[in-house]
């Protein structure tokens, strides 16, 4: 056999270049705005559904929104294409159920907010608050006060709470509007509230 025939044999067999699309799986995703939603929802809603403070010791308790478990499971998908699709249609449905308010998504910043926005009253029993630090004492000032009869004061706060005093003790000076205030945890479940600097008296939260 000669080199010419070699040579004709060795072409046939080899089949013509042809320039070809790349894989689905190989090219690159081109940047697709409702994943990108679905990136700040899904990192919202898991900063606060799945606190990094939360440890095996604290096995979940309540269920998934089924909004975003559908997103979730887009995931499981193998097909590229498939699983975008999945991803567009569950992050509407999610899109749509928080505009509707029947899916809140906080972050781990608001949680914190909320826990302040609660002291003195208690956290309700919820996933969002699983896992986030407790708040020991908050800084304020006050925006108005009245004492009663008995010497006792109640002062309103800033941020729109009122604190009533509990104890006989005497503030040295009467408070008032600007005055800084710092509300601590005390014994027993009870709080001090330190008032312009004099020395703490007990209060409790009215509202």
């Not at 006050?142 to 004061?153: E, N, P, S, Y």
Request: glycine letters at 6%; aromatic letters at 4%.
């Amino acid at each position: 056999m000669t080199h010419s025939t070699c040579d004709a044999l060795a072409a046939a067999r080899t089949p013509p270049y042809r320039a070809t699309e790349p894989r689905t799986e190989d090219r690159p995703l081109r940047h697709n705005p409702t994943i990108s939603t679905l990136i700040a929802i899904v990192s919202a809603v898991a900063a606060t559904i799945l606190p990094t403070a939360i440890t095996a010791a604290e096995p979940r308790t309540e269920a998934r929104s089924k909004a975003l478990s559908d997103v979730v499971r887009c995931r499981q998908i193998q097909d590229t294409t498939a699983r975008l699709a999945c991803f567009d249609a569950s992050v509407a449905v999610l899109d749509s159920a928080e505009q509707r308010r029947d899916v809140v998504v906080v972050d781990s910043q608001q949680v914190r907010q909320a826990r302040r926005s609660l002291f003195g009253i208690g956290v309700p029993s919820l996933s969002i608050f699983s896992g986030s630090p407790e708040i020991d004492s908050i800084d304020t000032t006050v925006t108005d006060a009245q004492v009663d009869g008995a010497g006792r004061w109640t002062v309103r706060m800033a941020d729109g709470a009122r604190w009533a005093q509990t104890d006989d003790n005497v503030l040295g000076r009467s408070p008032r509007a600007g005055d800084k205030v710092r509300i601590k945890r005390a014994a027993l479940g009870s709080f001090q509230m330190i008032i312009g600097g004099q020395p703490g008296v007990k209060a409790r939260r009215l509202n």
